[in-house]
């Protein structure tokens, strides 16, 4: 199997970096100062117990590489790139005739729920994977993985369910686990991803603020649960979750590494100009809309998140009295 990693930051980074190091055939797919740095000196992979540079093959895009039919693509590009992403790669020729979109499998491995029903649009074979990942982009060509002893942990699954998973997925899952990636095929990969969709619902008020807001972290959460209950949408529980994990990916620190909080926290940080928050507190706005239920708390940490971005404002430092007044126009 190739691997053709398409995203390599924290979490694309991770899983390709743990992959290659494990003997696969790993390209990762980067742009700008990453693709830069890959290209000139590999990818630093540093994990709690140790540090990796790995000279794994990188590429700009679909023209420097030749699909073929044993490659599969890892989509790890954040939700507000995917619709890019899949129109860079569907209509690519794969070697021995057809294009990706009709050959090849497509794994959504990113935060959210939308990405999987784009995906579907453009290549017939899509799986959800459901990732808990906890990484860092530290700069250029280096990326920082806190979870030990597997750096993360993934369900995965065919999309739509319950279509059977299929002999890549099976491959993917033992080649990941053998990877220090704890991975499990799963008839509902959705009820997984939804249940982490609402813990991802606390990415945006992370980028916001440095003091947690209890309050205001239930009230998102509720706002997505009685959201999911309207819809009649299943999700995992967070107990659930936590037992899943168990102790196969404990945060430990990285030598010199301080966590950099959520992957929203990480994209403000580095000045990204766009953010998840659509995808994820937004995910929780549409479906509201959809079904008649009220999410002020989602709408203002939504509105807030792209002020922030909008305004080149530092993480952690978006004024309270400010998120107020949009919290209360959010609320009427
Ligand atoms: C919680 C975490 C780190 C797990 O992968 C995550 O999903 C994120 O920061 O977006």
Redesign the pocket.
Known sequence: MHYVIIGAGA?GGTIGGRLHQHGHRVTLVARGAQLAALRDAGLRLATPVAEHQLAVPVVAGPAELELTPDCTLILTVKSQDTVAALDTWADVPVRGGGVAGDRLPLVCAQ?GVANEPAALRRFAQVYAAC????ATYLAAGTVAAQGHPYS?QLQLGRYPEPDPPGPALEQLAADLTGSAVAASVRPDPMRWKYG?LL??LA?GLDALFDERDPELLTQVRDEGAAVLRAAGTPHTTRAEEAAERGDRVELRPVAGQRRAG???RQSLARGAGSVEVDYLNGEIVLLGRRHGVETPANLAVQRAVRRAVHDGTAPGQFPVAEFRAILAASDS
């Open positions: 979490v935060n990732v808990w990942l906890p993360g982490k813990a991802n990415n959520s992957s929203t």
